[in-house]
């Protein structure tokens, strides 16, 4: 079979201006597809049908995939097609009408507001605490991905009029407001403990440069993804969540506390950074659950 896959993946990257994050999900999802149509026996693109998507999703419920998952391969395998398609690679586009799917409820682990209120409740005034608190408080408070806040330099940060800039991979910008408590919470991090971090830095290693990295360790340098995770998770035991919480938990609340108070779907595709305001769905049922829930619960005759 002829494998349009890495001119598919350039396109994607080149042309849609798609981040590095998101064309490798591609990636894995269509090789997914790809080595499936080569299990089927399946030598051509010209050859694939209606049904051998349809099969290729019973393959993955089989596998006991959830909802969420097999909806985004789904997502990924219509693009896939559609671009050969377009492309004039195949004469006809037998994606058209297979649905993507997504999970329930169940599929998307978030906390109530008490928890979150919990949770930013316990970081101390310490040196440390201030800038942990700030970055719960920005995770929170923007829905922001863990790349996006580890990347961020301070110039991306405008505390006067409240906003930080997400540039994101390829040049892509989008610029998300700040609330009172997360402008509050950077500004006495910029204030109290990143100059020390900062100084901290200089004494261990004097001729080393300044960072232009908003979040800084303990040693004046920049925060990793592993830091990031292990701060998030370490709170999470002191505040005595139940579940796991990691920041992708935060990006979920961020996302169905904005849905549950009106919050539309084209502002959330935009403050999320999503290519595809399908992706929102997810959390949209979340929403329709919690108003069915309230109904019952409440209504006389429910």
């Known amino acids: 079979?002829?494998?349009?896959?890495?001119?598919?993946?350039?396109?994607?990257?080149?042309?849609?201006?798609?981040?590095?994050?998101?064309?490798?999900?591609?990636?894995?999802?269509?090789?997914?597809?790809?080595?499936?149509?080569?299990?089927?026996?399946?030598?051509?693109?010209?050859?694939?049908?209606?049904?051998?998507?349809?099969?290729?999703?019973?393959?993955?419920?089989a596998e006991g995939r959830s909802q969420s998952t097999m909806g985004r391969k789904i997502s990924s395998v219509r693009?896939?097609?559609?671009?050969?398609?377009e492309k004039g690679r195949i004469s006809s586009n037998p994606s058209v009408g297979v649905k993507p799917r997504y999970g329930a409820r169940k599929d998307v682990d978030y906390l109530t507001l008490e928890e979150v209120d919990r949770l930013l409740a316990v970081p101390e005034d310490t040196r440390k605490g201030i800038r942990d608190r700030a970055i719960l408080e920005l995770l929170y408070g923007t829905g922001i991905r863990v790349t996006e806040l580890i990347s961020m330099l301070t110039s991306e940060m405008n505390l006067t009029i409240g906003y930080v800039t997400c540039r994101g991979?390829?040049?892509?910008?989008?610029?998300?407001?700040?609330?009172?408590?997360?402008?509050?919470?950077?500004?006495?991090?910029m204030e109290e403990s990143r100059p020390y971090f900062l100084e901290t830095s200089r004494r261990i290693?004097?001729?080393?440069?300044?960072?232009?990295?908003?979040?800084?360790?303990?040693h004046g340098e920049k925060l990793t993804r592993q830091g990031l995770w292990k701060i998030v998770s370490n709170y999470s035991q002191m505040a005595g969540l139940e579940h796991k919480l990691t920041p992708q938990v935060l990006r979920n609340s961020f996302a169905v506390h904005m849905l549950q108070n009106g919050a539309d779907v084209r502002t959330m595709q935009e403050l999320m950074g999503f290519e595809d305001p399908a992706t929102l769905q997810v959390y949209l049922n979340v929403t329709k659950n919690r108003i069915k829930e309230v109904f019952d619960k409440t209504h006389p005759r429910a």
């Not at 981040?19 to 080595?35: G, P, Q």
């Not at 693009?79 to 398609?85: F, G, P, R």
């Not at 991979?169 to 991090?189: E, M, N, Q, S, V």
């Not at 290693?205 to 303990?218: A, I, K, Q, R």
């Open 169 to 189: 991979d390829y040049g892509k910008a989008r610029i998300i407001p700040l609330g009172g408590p997360c402008r509050a919470a950077l500004k006495r991090y």
């Open 1 to 61: 079979m002829e494998n349009f896959a890495d001119e598919y993946m350039r396109y994607l990257k080149d042309e849609r201006r798609m981040s590095s994050n998101t064309v490798e999900a591609y990636r894995h999802d269509v090789r997914e597809f790809t080595e499936y149509l080569e299990q089927e026996q399946i030598p051509d693109v010209r050859d694939i049908q209606q049904q051998t998507i349809l099969s290729f999703v019973e393959k993955l419920g």
């Open 205 to 218: 290693t004097p001729s080393g440069t300044d960072t232009e990295y908003l979040f800084l360790n303990v």
């Open 79 to 85: 693009s896939y097609i559609t671009w050969l398609y």
